[in-house]
Protein backbone atom coordinates (compact mmCIF):
# COMPACT_ATOMS: atom_id res chain seq x y z
CA UNK A 1 0.00 0.00 0.00
CA UNK A 2 2.80 2.50 0.80
CA UNK A 3 4.74 1.81 -2.35
CA UNK A 4 1.54 2.41 -3.83
CA UNK A 5 0.93 5.44 -2.53
CA UNK A 6 4.20 6.74 -3.40
CA UNK A 7 3.73 5.52 -7.10
CA UNK A 8 0.65 7.33 -6.86
CA UNK A 9 2.07 10.26 -5.96
CA UNK A 10 4.91 10.07 -8.23
CA UNK A 11 2.79 10.05 -11.07
CA UNK A 12 0.69 13.23 -10.05
CA UNK A 13 4.03 15.10 -9.84
CA UNK A 14 5.21 13.56 -13.49
CA UNK A 15 1.44 15.06 -14.56
CA UNK A 16 1.97 17.85 -12.91
CA UNK A 17 4.95 18.72 -14.46
CA UNK A 18 3.96 17.16 -17.94
CA UNK A 19 1.09 20.17 -17.51
CA UNK A 20 3.10 22.87 -16.85
CA UNK A 21 5.70 22.37 -19.26
CA UNK A 22 3.01 22.15 -21.96
CA UNK A 23 1.44 25.17 -20.94
CA UNK A 24 2.12 28.02 -23.76
CA UNK A 25 5.48 30.07 -22.96
CA UNK A 26 4.84 33.99 -22.50
CA UNK A 27 5.20 36.17 -26.09
CA UNK A 28 8.91 37.09 -25.98
CA UNK A 29 10.04 39.44 -28.55
CA UNK A 30 11.79 37.09 -30.67
CA UNK A 31 8.22 35.12 -31.17
CA UNK A 32 6.55 38.13 -31.77
CA UNK A 33 8.93 39.81 -34.58
CA UNK A 34 8.59 36.04 -36.05
CA UNK A 35 4.65 36.46 -35.81
CA UNK A 36 5.08 39.86 -37.55
CA UNK A 37 7.27 38.39 -40.47
CA UNK A 38 5.03 35.92 -41.42
CA UNK A 39 2.06 38.63 -41.12
CA UNK A 40 3.91 40.82 -43.52
CA UNK A 41 5.08 38.38 -45.82
CA UNK A 42 1.40 36.79 -46.48
CA UNK A 43 0.19 40.41 -46.94
CA UNK A 44 2.84 41.40 -48.95
CA UNK A 45 1.99 37.71 -51.38
CA UNK A 46 -1.82 38.70 -51.45
CA UNK A 47 -1.10 42.69 -52.58
CA UNK A 48 1.69 41.68 -55.01
CA UNK A 49 -0.22 38.72 -56.76
CA UNK A 50 -2.94 41.61 -57.16
CA UNK A 51 -0.73 44.52 -58.73
CA UNK A 52 2.37 43.19 -59.82
CA UNK A 53 2.08 39.97 -60.76
CA UNK A 54 1.43 41.10 -64.13
CA UNK A 55 4.00 43.03 -64.67
CA UNK A 56 6.27 40.78 -63.94
CA UNK A 57 5.14 38.32 -66.34
CA UNK A 58 4.99 41.30 -69.04
CA UNK A 59 8.49 41.95 -68.28
CA UNK A 60 9.50 38.21 -68.20
CA UNK A 61 7.99 38.01 -71.92
CA UNK A 62 8.15 41.43 -73.91
CA UNK A 63 10.62 43.70 -71.36
CA UNK A 64 13.75 42.37 -72.26
CA UNK A 65 13.79 42.67 -75.45
CA UNK A 66 13.16 46.46 -74.95
CA UNK A 67 14.76 47.17 -71.42
CA UNK A 68 17.63 44.57 -70.67
CA UNK A 69 19.49 45.82 -67.68
CA UNK A 70 19.42 44.29 -63.99
CA UNK A 71 18.17 45.02 -61.21
CA UNK A 72 20.96 44.30 -58.19
CA UNK A 73 19.25 43.77 -54.86
CA UNK A 74 21.15 43.74 -51.27
CA UNK A 75 19.93 41.00 -49.51
CA UNK A 76 20.56 40.58 -45.75
CA UNK A 77 19.19 38.00 -43.53
CA UNK A 78 19.30 37.93 -40.26
CA UNK A 79 19.49 34.65 -38.44
CA UNK A 80 19.04 34.08 -34.94
CA UNK A 81 20.68 30.94 -33.59
CA UNK A 82 20.80 29.83 -29.77
CA UNK A 83 24.02 31.45 -29.28
CA UNK A 84 22.39 34.96 -30.69
CA UNK A 85 25.22 34.66 -33.15
CA UNK A 86 24.12 36.53 -36.84
CA UNK A 87 24.85 35.25 -39.76
CA UNK A 88 25.03 37.43 -43.03
CA UNK A 89 24.30 36.06 -46.67
CA UNK A 90 25.95 37.85 -49.16
CA UNK A 91 24.52 40.40 -51.79
CA UNK A 92 22.96 38.70 -54.62
CA UNK A 93 21.98 39.77 -58.06
CA UNK A 94 18.39 39.79 -59.35
CA UNK A 95 17.52 39.46 -63.34
CA UNK A 96 13.59 39.68 -63.59
CA UNK A 97 13.76 38.22 -66.44
CA UNK A 98 14.97 34.90 -65.47
CA UNK A 99 12.37 34.62 -62.79
CA UNK A 100 10.38 31.50 -63.00
CA UNK A 101 7.63 32.34 -60.51
CA UNK A 102 6.68 34.63 -58.16
CA UNK A 103 7.67 32.41 -54.99
CA UNK A 104 11.19 33.94 -55.84
CA UNK A 105 10.29 36.91 -55.94
CA UNK A 106 8.36 36.48 -52.28
CA UNK A 107 11.79 35.16 -51.55
CA UNK A 108 13.70 37.98 -52.06
CA UNK A 109 11.01 39.71 -49.78
CA UNK A 110 11.04 37.43 -47.19
CA UNK A 111 15.17 38.21 -47.39
CA UNK A 112 13.98 41.98 -46.55
CA UNK A 113 12.00 41.44 -43.38
CA UNK A 114 14.88 40.40 -41.20
CA UNK A 115 16.26 45.01 -42.19
CA UNK A 116 15.24 47.52 -40.01
CA UNK A 117 11.94 49.03 -40.85
CA UNK A 118 10.42 45.98 -42.61
CA UNK A 119 7.43 46.88 -44.24
CA UNK A 120 8.84 50.43 -45.55
CA UNK A 121 11.95 48.32 -46.99
CA UNK A 122 9.32 46.39 -48.97
CA UNK A 123 7.44 48.95 -50.09
CA UNK A 124 10.67 51.05 -51.68
CA UNK A 125 11.62 47.89 -53.04
CA UNK A 126 8.14 47.30 -54.76
CA UNK A 127 7.79 51.22 -55.50
CA UNK A 128 11.52 50.59 -57.93
CA UNK A 129 10.54 47.68 -59.56
CA UNK A 130 6.93 48.92 -60.60
CA UNK A 131 8.35 52.46 -61.44
CA UNK A 132 10.86 50.20 -63.56
CA UNK A 133 8.26 48.51 -64.93
CA UNK A 134 6.06 51.64 -66.04
CA UNK A 135 9.51 52.62 -68.26
CA UNK A 136 9.10 49.15 -69.60
CA UNK A 137 5.48 49.29 -70.40
CA UNK A 138 5.73 52.84 -71.98
CA UNK A 139 9.22 51.92 -74.25
CA UNK A 140 6.95 48.62 -75.40
CA UNK A 141 4.03 50.89 -76.90
CA UNK A 142 6.19 53.43 -78.09
CA UNK A 143 8.16 50.39 -80.04
CA UNK A 144 4.82 49.26 -80.99
CA UNK A 145 3.66 52.59 -82.00
CA UNK A 146 6.47 52.99 -84.15
CA UNK A 147 6.40 49.71 -86.38
CA UNK A 148 3.14 51.07 -87.14
CA UNK A 149 4.46 54.08 -88.20
CA UNK A 150 7.16 52.84 -90.27
CA UNK A 151 5.01 49.65 -92.12
CA UNK A 152 3.18 52.45 -93.47
CA UNK A 153 5.63 55.54 -93.78
CA UNK A 154 3.44 56.95 -96.72
CA UNK A 155 -0.07 57.25 -98.40
CA UNK A 156 1.55 56.09 -101.66
CA UNK A 157 2.39 52.33 -99.36
CA UNK A 158 -1.21 52.76 -97.81
CA UNK A 159 -2.90 52.96 -101.10
CA UNK A 160 -0.99 49.90 -102.64
CA UNK A 161 -2.16 47.84 -99.92
CA UNK A 162 -5.96 48.83 -100.18
CA UNK A 163 -5.11 48.02 -103.68
CA UNK A 164 -4.03 44.23 -103.43
CA UNK A 165 -6.82 43.74 -100.98
CA UNK A 166 -9.57 45.08 -102.90
CA UNK A 167 -8.15 42.19 -105.75
CA UNK A 168 -8.96 39.59 -103.37
CA UNK A 169 -11.73 38.46 -101.94
CA UNK A 170 -15.37 37.57 -103.52
CA UNK A 171 -16.67 41.55 -103.36
CA UNK A 172 -20.15 41.10 -104.05
CA UNK A 173 -22.48 43.55 -104.26
CA UNK A 174 -25.52 43.73 -102.59
CA UNK A 175 -28.41 44.69 -104.88
CA UNK A 176 -31.32 43.33 -102.88
CA UNK A 177 -32.53 42.20 -99.69
CA UNK A 178 -34.85 39.63 -98.05
CA UNK A 179 -38.81 39.90 -97.24
CA UNK A 180 -37.25 39.82 -93.50
CA UNK A 181 -34.82 42.38 -94.14
CA UNK A 182 -37.98 44.62 -95.75
CA UNK A 183 -39.83 43.97 -92.74
CA UNK A 184 -37.60 44.92 -90.20
CA UNK A 185 -36.27 48.07 -92.29
CA UNK A 186 -40.32 49.52 -92.12
CA UNK A 187 -39.97 48.85 -88.67
CA UNK A 188 -36.91 50.81 -87.49
CA UNK A 189 -38.39 53.85 -89.90
CA UNK A 190 -41.36 53.65 -87.82
CA UNK A 191 -39.72 53.64 -84.46
CA UNK A 192 -37.07 56.20 -85.70
CA UNK A 193 -37.42 60.03 -84.00
CA UNK A 194 -38.95 62.57 -86.44
CA UNK A 195 -37.83 66.34 -85.83
CA UNK A 196 -40.02 68.94 -85.46
CA UNK A 197 -39.22 72.38 -88.16
CA UNK A 198 -37.89 73.78 -84.76
CA UNK A 199 -35.26 71.86 -83.57
CA UNK A 200 -33.62 71.73 -87.79
CA UNK A 201 -31.18 74.27 -89.43
CA UNK A 202 -33.28 76.10 -91.69
CA UNK A 203 -32.78 74.66 -95.31
CA UNK A 204 -32.15 78.02 -97.25
CA UNK A 205 -28.91 78.01 -93.91
CA UNK A 206 -27.00 74.96 -94.51
CA UNK A 207 -27.25 74.34 -98.27
CA UNK A 208 -29.79 71.70 -98.35
CA UNK A 209 -30.17 69.76 -101.28
CA UNK A 210 -33.12 67.79 -100.13
CA UNK A 211 -35.84 69.40 -98.01
CA UNK A 212 -37.19 66.10 -96.18
CA UNK A 213 -33.82 65.35 -94.82
CA UNK A 214 -32.71 67.68 -92.03
CA UNK A 215 -30.36 68.53 -90.39
CA UNK A 216 -30.69 68.48 -85.90
CA UNK A 217 -29.26 72.07 -84.42
CA UNK A 218 -28.53 70.03 -81.54
CA UNK A 219 -25.88 67.83 -83.24
CA UNK A 220 -24.71 70.75 -85.59
CA UNK A 221 -21.31 70.11 -86.88
CA UNK A 222 -20.86 73.93 -87.65
CA UNK A 223 -20.96 76.43 -84.69
CA UNK A 224 -22.60 79.06 -87.30
CA UNK A 225 -24.33 75.61 -88.86
CA UNK A 226 -23.09 77.08 -92.26
CA UNK A 227 -23.46 73.31 -93.19
CA UNK A 228 -25.79 70.36 -93.62
CA UNK A 229 -23.73 67.94 -91.55
CA UNK A 230 -23.77 66.64 -87.94
CA UNK A 231 -21.35 64.83 -85.31
CA UNK A 232 -22.40 61.73 -84.59
CA UNK A 233 -20.26 60.03 -81.67
CA UNK A 234 -20.65 56.03 -81.46
CA UNK A 235 -18.46 53.83 -78.83
CA UNK A 236 -14.88 55.39 -79.36
CA UNK A 237 -14.91 56.92 -82.73
CA UNK A 238 -16.32 60.14 -83.60
CA UNK A 239 -17.77 60.99 -87.56
CA UNK A 240 -19.31 63.86 -89.28
CA UNK A 241 -22.34 62.93 -91.76
CA UNK A 242 -22.55 65.18 -94.27
CA UNK A 243 -23.72 66.58 -97.90
CA UNK A 244 -21.80 66.21 -100.34
CA UNK A 245 -19.91 69.28 -101.42
CA UNK A 246 -20.93 71.26 -104.64
CA UNK A 247 -19.90 74.38 -106.41
CA UNK A 248 -22.04 76.68 -108.44
CA UNK A 249 -20.08 77.64 -111.42
CA UNK A 250 -16.53 79.34 -110.60
CA UNK A 251 -18.04 80.58 -107.19
CA UNK A 252 -16.83 77.75 -104.43
CA UNK A 253 -18.65 79.66 -101.46
CA UNK A 254 -20.71 76.52 -100.93
CA UNK A 255 -17.35 73.91 -101.06
CA UNK A 256 -15.90 76.99 -98.59
CA UNK A 257 -18.27 75.94 -96.42
CA UNK A 258 -17.25 72.42 -96.18
CA UNK A 259 -13.51 72.75 -96.21
CA UNK A 260 -14.74 75.48 -93.21
CA UNK A 261 -16.17 72.70 -91.36
CA UNK A 262 -12.82 70.47 -91.71
CA UNK A 263 -10.97 73.09 -90.19
CA UNK A 264 -13.45 73.88 -87.41
CA UNK A 265 -13.11 70.32 -86.60
CA UNK A 266 -9.79 69.86 -87.42
CA UNK A 267 -10.53 66.70 -88.82
CA UNK A 268 -7.29 64.67 -90.31
CA UNK A 269 -9.33 62.47 -92.71
CA UNK A 270 -12.77 62.74 -94.97
CA UNK A 271 -14.19 60.12 -97.03
CA UNK A 272 -16.24 60.41 -100.03
CA UNK A 273 -18.73 58.30 -101.27
CA UNK A 274 -20.26 59.37 -104.62
CA UNK A 275 -20.06 57.51 -107.81
CA UNK A 276 -18.16 58.84 -110.48
CA UNK A 277 -20.60 59.76 -112.50
CA UNK A 278 -22.23 62.50 -109.85
CA UNK A 279 -19.51 64.71 -110.11
CA UNK A 280 -20.86 65.14 -113.91
CA UNK A 281 -24.29 65.37 -112.83
CA UNK A 282 -26.24 68.67 -114.32
CA UNK A 283 -28.97 67.51 -111.56
CA UNK A 284 -29.79 70.50 -109.00
CA UNK A 285 -29.82 67.60 -106.51
CA UNK A 286 -27.05 65.56 -107.77
CA UNK A 287 -24.45 68.24 -108.12
CA UNK A 288 -20.95 67.25 -106.85
CA UNK A 289 -17.75 68.45 -107.12
CA UNK A 290 -14.00 67.47 -105.99
CA UNK A 291 -12.99 69.75 -102.96
CA UNK A 292 -10.70 72.34 -104.93
CA UNK A 293 -8.04 73.23 -106.06
CA UNK A 294 -7.64 69.71 -108.27
CA UNK A 295 -4.14 70.83 -109.39
CA UNK A 296 -1.48 69.74 -107.50
CA UNK A 297 0.41 73.04 -105.84
CA UNK A 298 -2.71 75.26 -106.32
CA UNK A 299 -3.87 77.07 -103.30
CA UNK A 300 -7.23 78.45 -102.71
CA UNK A 301 -8.09 81.77 -100.12
CA UNK A 302 -11.46 81.37 -98.78
CA UNK A 303 -12.40 84.30 -97.28
CA UNK A 304 -14.24 85.14 -93.60
CA UNK A 305 -18.60 85.22 -93.96
CA UNK A 306 -20.04 87.24 -92.06
CA UNK A 307 -23.78 87.56 -91.16
CA UNK A 308 -25.66 90.70 -89.54
CA UNK A 309 -22.20 91.70 -88.74
CA UNK A 310 -20.88 88.56 -86.56
CA UNK A 311 -18.17 86.01 -88.24
CA UNK A 312 -20.05 82.88 -89.24
CA UNK A 313 -16.85 81.41 -91.41
CA UNK A 314 -13.22 81.91 -90.67
CA UNK A 315 -10.75 82.76 -93.16
CA UNK A 316 -9.22 79.49 -94.94
CA UNK A 317 -6.40 78.39 -96.84
CA UNK A 318 -6.51 75.42 -98.92
CA UNK A 319 -3.62 73.93 -100.84
CA UNK A 320 -3.24 70.54 -103.23
CA UNK A 321 -0.04 69.20 -102.33
CA UNK A 322 -0.74 65.35 -103.65
CA UNK A 323 -2.87 63.56 -105.41
CA UNK A 324 -3.03 59.49 -105.77
CA UNK A 325 -5.20 58.18 -108.57
CA UNK A 326 -6.07 54.15 -108.40
CA UNK A 327 -8.34 54.07 -111.55
CA UNK A 328 -8.67 50.10 -111.58
CA UNK A 329 -10.25 50.46 -107.96
CA UNK A 330 -12.26 53.74 -108.40
CA UNK A 331 -10.06 55.27 -105.91
CA UNK A 332 -8.47 58.59 -105.30
CA UNK A 333 -6.96 60.16 -102.84
CA UNK A 334 -5.68 63.89 -101.90
CA UNK A 335 -3.34 65.11 -100.03
CA UNK A 336 -4.14 68.72 -98.78
CA UNK A 337 -3.26 71.17 -96.34
CA UNK A 338 -6.14 73.22 -95.03
CA UNK A 339 -4.30 75.97 -92.42
CA UNK A 340 -0.92 74.40 -92.66
CA UNK A 341 -2.56 70.89 -91.37
CA UNK A 342 -2.41 67.95 -93.52
CA UNK A 343 -5.80 66.79 -94.46
CA UNK A 344 -6.51 63.56 -96.45
CA UNK A 345 -9.36 62.83 -98.83
CA UNK A 346 -10.49 59.73 -99.82
CA UNK A 347 -12.85 59.25 -102.72
CA UNK A 348 -14.46 56.08 -103.37
CA UNK A 349 -16.22 56.20 -106.50
CA UNK A 350 -17.91 52.35 -106.76
CA UNK A 351 -20.70 53.05 -105.23
CA UNK A 352 -24.00 53.38 -106.39
CA UNK A 353 -26.51 55.66 -104.84
CA UNK A 354 -29.60 53.62 -103.36
CA UNK A 355 -27.72 50.45 -103.05
CA UNK A 356 -25.92 48.50 -100.50
CA UNK A 357 -22.63 48.65 -101.93
CA UNK A 358 -20.22 46.37 -101.16
CA UNK A 359 -19.19 44.66 -97.24
CA UNK A 360 -15.75 43.61 -98.39
CA UNK A 361 -14.57 47.40 -100.00
CA UNK A 362 -16.42 48.81 -97.46
CA UNK A 363 -14.35 46.52 -94.69
CA UNK A 364 -10.93 47.46 -96.41
CA UNK A 365 -11.46 51.31 -96.73
CA UNK A 366 -12.29 51.15 -93.26
CA UNK A 367 -9.13 49.26 -92.89
CA UNK A 368 -7.14 51.55 -94.85
CA UNK A 369 -8.61 54.61 -93.10
CA UNK A 370 -7.46 53.21 -89.47
CA UNK A 371 -4.01 52.98 -90.80
CA UNK A 372 -3.72 56.80 -92.17
CA UNK A 373 -4.59 57.34 -88.86
CA UNK A 374 -1.03 56.01 -87.87
CA UNK A 375 1.11 58.28 -90.13
CA UNK A 376 3.37 60.87 -88.57
CA UNK A 377 1.48 63.66 -89.68
CA UNK A 378 -1.68 62.90 -88.84
CA UNK A 379 -1.60 60.56 -85.40
CA UNK A 380 -1.76 63.32 -83.40
CA UNK A 381 -5.16 63.87 -84.55
CA UNK A 382 -6.80 60.63 -84.45
CA UNK A 383 -9.48 61.50 -81.80
CA UNK A 384 -10.65 64.29 -84.37
CA UNK A 385 -13.87 63.24 -86.31
CA UNK A 386 -13.83 61.19 -89.33
CA UNK A 387 -15.95 63.58 -91.82
CA UNK A 388 -18.13 61.03 -94.33
CA UNK A 389 -19.86 62.11 -97.10
CA UNK A 390 -21.91 61.21 -100.00
CA UNK A 391 -24.84 62.67 -102.10
CA UNK A 392 -27.51 63.99 -98.98
CA UNK A 393 -25.36 61.85 -96.47
CA UNK A 394 -27.47 59.71 -95.41
CA UNK A 395 -27.69 56.74 -97.30
CA UNK A 396 -24.52 55.20 -97.87
CA UNK A 397 -22.61 57.42 -95.19
CA UNK A 398 -25.03 56.02 -92.64
CA UNK A 399 -24.10 52.36 -93.50
CA UNK A 400 -20.37 53.33 -93.44
CA UNK A 401 -20.21 54.75 -90.40
CA UNK A 402 -22.18 51.58 -88.74
CA UNK A 403 -19.48 49.47 -90.57
CA UNK A 404 -16.77 50.91 -89.20
CA UNK A 405 -18.22 51.27 -85.81
CA UNK A 406 -19.01 46.98 -85.91
CA UNK A 407 -15.39 46.73 -87.40
CA UNK A 408 -13.57 48.42 -84.50
CA UNK A 409 -16.07 46.19 -81.80
CA UNK A 410 -15.08 42.90 -84.24
CA UNK A 411 -11.39 43.76 -83.14
CA UNK A 412 -12.08 44.45 -79.91
CA UNK A 413 -13.48 41.18 -79.74
CA UNK A 414 -17.22 42.10 -78.83
CA UNK A 415 -20.05 40.13 -80.60
CA UNK A 416 -22.31 41.23 -82.96
CA UNK A 417 -25.91 41.03 -82.84
CA UNK A 418 -28.84 42.44 -85.21
CA UNK A 419 -31.09 44.18 -82.05
CA UNK A 420 -27.78 45.62 -81.19
CA UNK A 421 -27.34 46.73 -84.50
CA UNK A 422 -30.98 48.13 -84.75
CA UNK A 423 -30.51 50.45 -81.46
CA UNK A 424 -27.13 51.70 -83.32
CA UNK A 425 -29.19 53.03 -86.51
CA UNK A 426 -31.98 54.59 -84.21
CA UNK A 427 -29.12 55.96 -81.94
CA UNK A 428 -27.31 57.39 -84.66
CA UNK A 429 -30.90 58.62 -86.44
CA UNK A 430 -31.13 60.88 -83.01
CA UNK A 431 -28.31 62.68 -84.41
CA UNK A 432 -29.05 63.09 -88.20
CA UNK A 433 -32.16 61.58 -89.75
CA UNK A 434 -32.77 58.94 -92.19
CA UNK A 435 -28.98 57.52 -91.82
CA UNK A 436 -29.14 53.75 -93.60
CA UNK A 437 -31.74 55.41 -95.96
CA UNK A 438 -32.20 52.19 -98.10
CA UNK A 439 -33.25 48.55 -97.18
CA UNK A 440 -30.19 47.00 -99.24
CA UNK A 441 -27.72 49.18 -96.89
CA UNK A 442 -29.80 47.45 -94.01
CA UNK A 443 -28.86 44.17 -95.78
CA UNK A 444 -25.18 45.18 -96.27
CA UNK A 445 -25.43 45.81 -92.04
CA UNK A 446 -26.68 42.28 -91.52
CA UNK A 447 -23.82 40.56 -93.34
CA UNK A 448 -21.66 42.42 -91.31
CA UNK A 449 -23.43 40.85 -87.85
CA UNK A 450 -22.84 37.20 -89.91
CA UNK A 451 -19.76 37.31 -91.87
CA UNK A 452 -17.91 40.48 -90.10
CA UNK A 453 -15.63 38.52 -88.51
CA UNK A 454 -14.27 37.13 -92.01
CA UNK A 455 -14.16 40.13 -93.91
CA UNK A 456 -11.79 41.73 -90.92
CA UNK A 457 -9.38 38.31 -90.51
CA UNK A 458 -9.22 38.13 -94.61
CA UNK A 459 -8.09 41.77 -95.58
CA UNK A 460 -6.95 42.37 -91.95
CA UNK A 461 -3.53 41.18 -93.08
CA UNK A 462 -3.04 43.41 -96.24
CA UNK A 463 -2.67 46.22 -93.61
CA UNK A 464 -0.05 44.71 -91.45
CA UNK A 465 3.74 44.73 -91.65
Known amino acids: MA ?3 VNNSQTTKTQNISEEYNKPLPETPKSLFAKFKISVIERTKTWLSKTVGSLFSFIKSDGKKIHNRNITKSKQKNKYTK ?8 KTTVDPYKTESLDEIYGTLHDFIGTPNPEEEIYMNLQDVQAQGEVIYENVKGVQQLKKEQAFGSIDSCM ?7 QSGKHELTKSASVETDTWFKSIRGKA ?21 GCPIHSSATKHNIYHANKITIGESSYIAAQGPYTEGDDIAIAGDFIAMIAENDSPISISL ?27 NIPTKTENGETIREATTITMM ?25 YDLNWKDHTGGDPERIAAISLFVEQLGY ?21 RTGTTILANHMIKEIKQGKMLSESKLEKDILYIRNN ?8 TQLETLKKFVAQGNDFVSNMEGYFKS
Open 274 to 300: NEKIEFFSNSNVRKNKMLPPQKIGETI
Open 322 to 346: NSIKDSNNGLQVDVLSINGKQHVRI
Open 3 to 5: NSR
Open 375 to 395: LPELKDRKDKPTIINCNAGVG
Open 193 to 213: KQFNPTELVPANKAHNKYRAI
Open 160 to 166: KALGECL
Open 432 to 439: RPSLVQDV
Open 83 to 90: DTKVQHQS
